[in-house]
């Protein structure tokens, strides 16, 4: 299985982006999708997440969402209000298994399925 994420780039804030990934090879419509970033010298972190449950981090709150469209079997995040802040490379996630604990959603190594990554970059 593979993850391929798409929808990155460069904008300016308060821009909008759409990030995109689609599994080739899987289907996770019944298992748990989501979204981590990974900024320069910093660790990865959550952003959100799609199982049992939706999931976001505080600081996108409001202003990203996650949606699936299972039919395509692609997972969404429609990124709003973008700020600088928001740069980083953004990473597909996915697992078999539909979490139930915010734990499982939020935390990368729950995860066993990982896509490539797409950089977005948010200018001031």
């Known amino acids: 299985v593979q993850l391929q994420a798409s929808g990155g780039g460069l904008v300016q804030t308060g821009d909008s982006l759409r990030l995109s990934c689609a599994p080739s090879?899987?289907?996770?419509?019944?298992?748990?999708m989501g979204w981590f970033r990974q900024a320069p010298g910093k660790e990865r972190e959550f952003v959100a997440a799609d199982g049992r449950g939706k999931y976001y981090a505080d600081s996108v709150k409001e202003r990203f969402t996650i949606s699936r469209d299972n039919a395509k079997r692609t997972v969404y995040l429609q990124m709003n209000s973008l700020r600088p802040a928001d740069t980083a490379v953004y990473y597909c996630?996915?697992?078999?298994?539909?979490?139930?604990?915010?734990?499982?959603?939020?935390?990368?190594?729950?995860?066993?399925?990982w896509g490539q990554g797409t950089q977005v970059t948010v200018s001031s």
């Open positions: 090879g899987g289907d996770f419509s019944r298992g748990t």
């Open positions: 996630a996915a697992d078999d298994r539909s979490f139930n604990t915010r734990y499982a959603h939020t935390h990368a190594d729950t995860y066993y399925y």
